[in-house]
């Protein structure tokens, strides 16, 4: 047989791979998106839902755990999602330039498609409280930002009334398109699983993220997509739990910096979720924070920042309610290569430093 004539045989023959076009392309009829409406995208969605078993073995009784790790966005978190969304309808609308409050993931993410949607980005940040992956990541896309000496809340009351003052859009999660693009991924967990999950596990900051994968469940519920709908279980830091303990934190600390919030904007939306659905909110401390990031970085390959592991963490704290046979999503919001401090702060790992470029000294330290 000619080469040529081989080589086509193998290509025709080679798995093709599906074409992912991001997810408004993906869930166009679910979106507030028209034939007008210009698709800025950087390819975000699609991500692995995961089964994580030294998760469900911590549990017992039959429970099934998985990960939706939306850390594999392209810039590293579930920003991307909403981002995608808020972009397009910016763009749509002429607009020139956006702004955000952020803990660094929204930033970003902001900065990012901004950049891809030919707009000016403005970012307001807590100074020394955002980590260092996303800081460079907004400074690599090109916003301009400004660090404040004051936390998100604060950041975030500027900028609601900068964008009502100047022709500047909003695209914190206060901007209703950024829910709609976010609840995307409650669709494609349950295409994944063919049902919703019975829960949800999910950290909440300023609560957005949990309004917008119940409004993902819903939707698909009634469109008769999933036979059940999941009882949402958020999860705060102990040190910045207004949910949980149902009032405003003004000074709040935590060592999961992106969720270091005390007075969320999406709170009333957040605990209809919790009532609709019959879920609960948690707080978790930071040491078991860092417990459960350990925990998947070393027993499933999952690096995740820190303010993701709530949801594992807190999992973990409740487990003792997990009925028989349950399927569990915990959602990992973001990457850990986000924050490079705090990992090599909080690992057991064994790192060897100063070692002579020698086999024979290489060869002692490994202690044969
Ligand atoms: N996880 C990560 C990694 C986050 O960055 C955030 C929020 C959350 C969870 C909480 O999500 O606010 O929708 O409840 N980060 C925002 C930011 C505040 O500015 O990047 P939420």
Request: with cysteine; charged share 20%; hydrophobic share 40%.
């Amino acid at each position: 047989m000619a080469f040529s004539k081989k080589l086509k045989q193998l290509f025709s023959s080679a798995p093709k791979k599906n074409k992912w076009d991001g997810l408004i392309e993906a869930y166009k009829p679910w979106l507030p998106v028209t034939k007008n409406t210009p698709i800025i995208t950087l390819k975000e969605g699609a991500t692995p839902l995961i089964e994580v078993k030294s998760i469900a073995n911590r549990i017992g009784k039959g429970a099934k755990v998985y990960i939706k790790y939306d850390g594999l966005n392209p810039t590293g978190s579930f920003k991307d999602r909403g981002m995608t969304m808020a972009i397009s309808k910016a763009k749509e609308a002429g607009c020139e330039a956006v702004i955000c409050a952020s803990t660094g993931n929204t930033s970003a993410s902001a900065a990012a498609y901004a950049t891809k949607g030919g707009m000016k980005s403005f970012v307001v940040i807590p100074d020394g409280y955002v980590a260092q992956g996303k800081l460079a990541q907004a400074l690599v896309y090109g916003a301009e930002v400004i660090a404040i000496k004051g936390n998100f809340d604060k950041a975030l009351d500027i900028v609601r009334e900068l964008s009502e003052k100047y022709p500047i859009t909003l695209v914190n999660s206060v901007n209703p398109y950024r829910l709609q693009g976010q609840k995307t991924a409650a669709f494609e967990i349950v295409e994944n699983l063919g049902d919703a999950p019975d829960w949800l596990c999910i950290p909440m900051g300023n609560a957005g993220n949990i309004t917008a994968y119940w409004m993902g469940f819903k939707e698909f519920f009634h469109a008769k997509k999933s036979k059940q709908l999941p009882r949402m279980m958020g999860f705060q830091a102990s040190g910045s739990a207004p949910l949980v303990e149902n009032k405003i934190i003004n000074n709040p600390e935590t060592i999961a910096t992106a969720i270091r919030i005390g007075n969320p904007v999406n709170k009333e939306k957040a605990l209809l979720a919790k009532e609709s659905s019959n879920g609960k909110f948690t707080s978790v401390t930071d040491s078991e924070i860092i417990e459960s990031y350990k925990i998947l970085g070393r027993e499933e390959g999952i690096f995740c920042e820190p303010a993701s592991a709530a949801s594992v963490a807190g999992l973990l704290k409740v487990k003792d309610d997990v009925p028989k046979n349950s399927t569990i999503v915990c959602v990992l919001t973001g990457n850990g290569l986000k924050d490079p401090d705090c990992a090599i702060k909080n690992n057991d790992s064994i790192f060897h430093t100063g070692i002579d470029p020698e086999i024979n000294s290489i060869i002692k330290t490994m202690g044969f």
